[in-house]
Protein backbone atom coordinates (compact mmCIF):
# COMPACT_ATOMS: atom_id res chain seq x y z
CA UNK A 1 0.00 0.00 0.00
CA UNK A 2 1.62 3.14 -0.82
CA UNK A 3 1.89 5.81 1.61
CA UNK A 4 -0.29 9.24 1.32
CA UNK A 5 1.01 12.29 0.98
CA UNK A 6 1.63 13.43 4.52
CA UNK A 7 3.39 16.17 6.68
CA UNK A 8 5.18 16.03 10.10
CA UNK A 9 4.99 18.63 12.64
CA UNK A 10 6.34 18.61 16.37
CA UNK A 11 4.34 19.29 19.18
CA UNK A 12 6.23 18.51 22.53
CA UNK A 13 7.09 15.33 23.21
CA UNK A 14 4.64 14.18 20.37
CA UNK A 15 4.81 14.11 16.15
CA UNK A 16 1.86 14.98 14.66
CA UNK A 17 1.29 13.42 11.18
CA UNK A 18 -1.20 15.63 8.99
CA UNK A 19 -3.07 13.23 6.75
CA UNK A 20 -4.96 15.62 3.97
CA UNK A 21 -7.96 13.23 2.59
CA UNK A 22 -11.07 13.33 1.13
CA UNK A 23 -10.34 16.79 -1.07
CA UNK A 24 -10.27 19.33 1.76
CA UNK A 25 -10.24 17.06 5.21
CA UNK A 26 -7.75 17.00 7.50
CA UNK A 27 -6.87 13.73 9.33
CA UNK A 28 -4.05 13.79 11.49
CA UNK A 29 -1.83 10.70 13.59
CA UNK A 30 -0.49 11.99 17.33
CA UNK A 31 2.40 9.56 17.45
CA UNK A 32 4.70 8.47 20.96
CA UNK A 33 6.65 5.97 21.16
CA UNK A 34 5.77 3.81 18.56
CA UNK A 35 2.11 4.66 18.85
CA UNK A 36 -0.85 6.12 17.01
CA UNK A 37 -3.78 8.06 17.81
CA UNK A 38 -6.15 8.70 14.52
CA UNK A 39 -7.86 11.95 14.82
CA UNK A 40 -11.15 12.48 12.72
CA UNK A 41 -9.94 9.33 10.35
CA UNK A 42 -12.52 9.58 7.19
CA UNK A 43 -11.00 7.19 5.38
CA UNK A 44 -8.83 4.19 6.42
CA UNK A 45 -6.88 3.43 3.70
CA UNK A 46 -4.57 6.36 3.31
CA UNK A 47 -4.05 6.36 7.34
CA UNK A 48 -2.95 2.38 6.89
CA UNK A 49 -0.05 3.64 4.42
CA UNK A 50 1.09 5.85 6.51
CA UNK A 51 1.10 3.52 9.67
CA UNK A 52 2.40 0.74 7.63
CA UNK A 53 5.32 3.15 5.97
CA UNK A 54 6.13 4.66 9.44
CA UNK A 55 5.74 1.49 11.41
CA UNK A 56 3.56 2.28 14.14
CA UNK A 57 0.73 0.68 16.11
CA UNK A 58 -2.96 2.43 15.90
CA UNK A 59 -3.86 2.52 19.87
CA UNK A 60 -7.18 4.37 19.62
CA UNK A 61 -9.40 6.82 16.89
CA UNK A 62 -10.46 10.23 18.94
CA UNK A 63 -13.22 11.19 16.67
CA UNK A 64 -14.74 15.08 17.17
CA UNK A 65 -18.01 14.20 15.73
CA UNK A 66 -20.55 11.88 14.15
CA UNK A 67 -20.26 13.48 10.56
CA UNK A 68 -18.65 11.04 7.68
CA UNK A 69 -16.23 13.33 6.71
CA UNK A 70 -14.27 12.72 10.04
CA UNK A 71 -15.60 8.80 10.72
CA UNK A 72 -15.41 7.25 7.47
CA UNK A 73 -12.21 5.30 8.27
CA UNK A 74 -13.64 3.92 11.90
CA UNK A 75 -14.66 0.33 10.94
CA UNK A 76 -12.27 -0.43 8.73
CA UNK A 77 -9.16 0.74 11.03
CA UNK A 78 -11.02 -0.93 13.62
CA UNK A 79 -11.19 -4.28 12.03
CA UNK A 80 -7.78 -3.71 10.73
CA UNK A 81 -6.01 -2.80 14.20
CA UNK A 82 -7.90 -3.61 16.64
CA UNK A 83 -8.13 -0.12 18.13
CA UNK A 84 -10.70 1.79 20.37
CA UNK A 85 -12.44 4.26 18.99
CA UNK A 86 -13.08 7.70 21.45
CA UNK A 87 -15.65 9.97 21.00
CA UNK A 88 -18.39 12.13 22.48
CA UNK A 89 -21.29 10.17 23.33
CA UNK A 90 -23.53 10.20 20.26
CA UNK A 91 -25.08 6.90 18.44
CA UNK A 92 -24.15 8.30 15.68
CA UNK A 93 -20.47 7.71 15.69
CA UNK A 94 -19.64 3.98 13.88
CA UNK A 95 -17.93 1.66 16.42
CA UNK A 96 -17.69 4.08 19.32
CA UNK A 97 -16.67 2.23 22.88
CA UNK A 98 -15.07 4.85 24.90
CA UNK A 99 -17.38 7.83 25.14
CA UNK A 100 -16.02 10.95 26.28
CA UNK A 101 -17.30 13.67 28.56
CA UNK A 102 -16.45 17.20 29.33
CA UNK A 103 -12.85 17.84 31.14
CA UNK A 104 -12.29 13.77 31.11
CA UNK A 105 -8.07 12.77 31.03
CA UNK A 106 -7.79 10.62 28.06
CA UNK A 107 -3.95 8.70 28.80
CA UNK A 108 -2.15 7.66 25.30
CA UNK A 109 1.40 6.04 26.11
CA UNK A 110 2.71 8.91 27.91
CA UNK A 111 0.19 11.35 26.99
CA UNK A 112 -2.48 13.11 28.73
CA UNK A 113 -5.26 14.54 26.83
CA UNK A 114 -7.74 16.45 27.41
CA UNK A 115 -11.51 16.22 26.56
CA UNK A 116 -13.48 20.04 25.72
CA UNK A 117 -16.44 19.84 24.80
CA UNK A 118 -17.47 22.27 22.29
CA UNK A 119 -21.22 22.49 21.01
CA UNK A 120 -22.30 24.18 17.89
CA UNK A 121 -21.46 22.38 14.73
CA UNK A 122 -23.24 19.79 16.41
CA UNK A 123 -24.94 18.84 19.31
CA UNK A 124 -22.59 16.55 20.38
CA UNK A 125 -18.46 18.06 19.71
CA UNK A 126 -15.62 17.68 21.09
CA UNK A 127 -12.15 19.24 21.19
CA UNK A 128 -8.62 17.32 22.17
CA UNK A 129 -6.20 19.48 23.96
CA UNK A 130 -2.63 17.55 24.41
CA UNK A 131 -1.44 20.50 27.15
CA UNK A 132 2.23 18.90 26.73
CA UNK A 133 2.17 20.06 23.16
CA UNK A 134 0.81 22.60 23.24
CA UNK A 135 -1.73 21.40 20.80
CA UNK A 136 -5.73 21.18 20.13
CA UNK A 137 -7.49 19.27 17.74
CA UNK A 138 -10.67 21.56 16.61
CA UNK A 139 -12.23 19.43 14.24
CA UNK A 140 -14.91 21.32 12.64
CA UNK A 141 -15.41 23.96 15.69
CA UNK A 142 -12.28 26.11 15.09
CA UNK A 143 -10.97 26.82 11.43
CA UNK A 144 -7.72 28.17 10.78
CA UNK A 145 -9.62 31.76 9.99
CA UNK A 146 -12.96 30.59 10.66
CA UNK A 147 -15.38 28.38 12.34
CA UNK A 148 -17.85 25.77 11.66
CA UNK A 149 -21.37 25.97 10.40
CA UNK A 150 -24.03 26.08 13.10
CA UNK A 151 -25.71 22.60 11.83
CA UNK A 152 -27.40 21.64 15.15
CA UNK A 153 -27.00 24.65 17.36
CA UNK A 154 -27.69 28.42 17.71
CA UNK A 155 -25.03 30.89 17.35
CA UNK A 156 -24.75 31.30 21.44
CA UNK A 157 -23.47 27.77 21.62
CA UNK A 158 -20.97 27.95 19.11
CA UNK A 159 -19.67 31.43 20.72
CA UNK A 160 -19.40 29.98 24.20
CA UNK A 161 -17.74 26.70 22.56
CA UNK A 162 -15.12 29.24 20.58
CA UNK A 163 -14.56 31.34 24.33
CA UNK A 164 -13.60 27.70 25.79
CA UNK A 165 -11.00 27.18 23.38
CA UNK A 166 -9.75 31.08 22.95
CA UNK A 167 -8.85 30.61 26.83
CA UNK A 168 -5.71 28.22 25.66
CA UNK A 169 -2.41 29.38 26.33
CA UNK A 170 -1.84 31.38 22.69
CA UNK A 171 1.21 29.18 21.87
CA UNK A 172 -1.48 26.23 21.47
CA UNK A 173 -0.93 24.57 17.70
CA UNK A 174 -4.26 24.14 16.07
CA UNK A 175 -5.11 21.74 13.96
CA UNK A 176 -8.39 21.94 12.23
CA UNK A 177 -10.39 19.54 10.38
CA UNK A 178 -10.67 21.07 7.12
CA UNK A 179 -8.48 23.08 4.84
CA UNK A 180 -10.47 26.54 3.88
CA UNK A 181 -7.80 28.29 5.26
CA UNK A 182 -7.13 30.67 2.07
CA UNK A 183 -10.96 31.34 1.60
CA UNK A 184 -11.61 32.32 5.55
CA UNK A 185 -8.62 34.60 5.51
CA UNK A 186 -9.82 36.22 2.24
CA UNK A 187 -13.33 36.94 3.75
CA UNK A 188 -11.63 37.81 7.26
CA UNK A 189 -9.42 40.83 4.63
CA UNK A 190 -13.29 41.97 3.72
CA UNK A 191 -14.38 42.41 7.37
CA UNK A 192 -11.22 43.91 8.25
CA UNK A 193 -9.38 45.68 5.59
CA UNK A 194 -6.88 47.55 7.37
CA UNK A 195 -5.69 44.89 9.95
CA UNK A 196 -2.36 44.29 9.16
CA UNK A 197 -2.40 41.03 10.75
CA UNK A 198 -4.98 39.44 8.56
CA UNK A 199 -3.00 40.68 5.20
CA UNK A 200 -0.06 39.19 6.01
CA UNK A 201 -1.76 36.15 7.07
CA UNK A 202 -3.17 35.61 4.04
CA UNK A 203 -0.33 36.56 1.79
CA UNK A 204 1.32 33.65 4.37
CA UNK A 205 -1.44 30.87 3.52
CA UNK A 206 -1.34 31.76 -0.35
CA UNK A 207 2.52 31.16 0.10
CA UNK A 208 1.88 27.51 1.53
CA UNK A 209 -0.66 26.28 -0.54
CA UNK A 210 1.96 27.86 -3.71
CA UNK A 211 4.64 25.58 -2.14
CA UNK A 212 2.59 22.57 -1.28
CA UNK A 213 2.61 22.85 2.37
CA UNK A 214 -0.34 22.38 4.49
CA UNK A 215 -2.33 25.65 6.10
CA UNK A 216 -2.32 23.86 9.44
CA UNK A 217 -1.20 24.22 12.41
CA UNK A 218 -2.40 27.69 13.09
CA UNK A 219 -1.60 28.61 16.82
CA UNK A 220 -4.16 30.37 19.30
CA UNK A 221 -2.39 33.64 19.17
CA UNK A 222 -2.75 33.85 15.56
CA UNK A 223 -6.72 32.89 15.17
CA UNK A 224 -7.23 35.57 17.79
CA UNK A 225 -4.96 38.65 16.03
CA UNK A 226 -6.93 36.95 12.65
CA UNK A 227 -10.07 35.19 12.75
CA UNK A 228 -13.48 37.31 12.74
CA UNK A 229 -15.15 34.69 14.58
CA UNK A 230 -12.58 35.04 17.73
CA UNK A 231 -12.93 39.69 16.86
CA UNK A 232 -16.44 40.42 17.48
CA UNK A 233 -14.88 43.40 19.48
CA UNK A 234 -12.60 44.63 17.01
CA UNK A 235 -13.70 48.67 15.94
CA UNK A 236 -13.18 47.79 12.70
CA UNK A 237 -14.80 44.72 12.05
CA UNK A 238 -17.95 46.44 13.58
CA UNK A 239 -17.82 49.42 11.57
CA UNK A 240 -17.69 46.78 8.55
CA UNK A 241 -20.83 45.61 9.65
CA UNK A 242 -22.38 48.59 10.81
CA UNK A 243 -23.21 46.76 14.32
CA UNK A 244 -22.18 49.23 17.05
CA UNK A 245 -24.18 49.05 20.01
CA UNK A 246 -24.58 45.26 20.17
CA UNK A 247 -23.05 42.33 21.93
CA UNK A 248 -19.87 40.41 20.95
CA UNK A 249 -22.43 37.06 20.71
CA UNK A 250 -24.68 38.89 18.45
CA UNK A 251 -21.67 40.40 16.32
CA UNK A 252 -20.24 36.69 15.79
CA UNK A 253 -23.80 35.56 14.64
CA UNK A 254 -23.97 38.45 11.96
CA UNK A 255 -20.23 36.68 11.14
CA UNK A 256 -21.81 33.67 10.62
CA UNK A 257 -24.63 34.80 8.82
CA UNK A 258 -22.51 36.50 6.35
CA UNK A 259 -19.98 33.85 5.57
CA UNK A 260 -22.66 31.25 5.16
CA UNK A 261 -24.05 33.55 2.59
CA UNK A 262 -19.98 34.23 1.10
CA UNK A 263 -18.79 30.50 0.83
ZN1 LIG B 1 -18.73 18.37 10.42
FE1 LIG C 1 -16.37 18.29 8.46
Same mark, same amino acid.
Given at each position: MKAANYFEHAAGPAVVL?????????SYLIVVEGLAAAVDPADAAPLLGVLKARGLRLEMILNTHHHFDHVGGNRELKAATGCRI?????????????????????????????????PGHTRNHVCYYLPSGPALWTGDTLFTGGCGRLAESG?????????TLA???????????????? *???????? %????? $? /?? +? !?? &?AELRARVREGRPTVPSTL? *???????? %????? $? /?? +? !?? &???TDVSDMEVFAEIRRRKDAYA
Amino acid at each position: MKAANYFEHAAGPAVVLTVPVLGDNFSYLIVVEGLAAAVDPADAAPLLGVLKARGLRLEMILNTHHHFDHVGGNRELKAATGCRIAGPDDPRIPGLDRPVKDDERLTFGPLTLEVLCTPGHTRNHVCYYLPSGPALWTGDTLFTGGCGRLAESGAATMWGSLNTLATLPGETQVFCGHDYAV *ENMQFALE %LEPDN $P /DV +R !RR &LAELRARVREGRPTVPSTLA *EEKATNPF %LRSGS $P /DL +R !RT &LGLTDVSDMEVFAEIRRRKDAYA
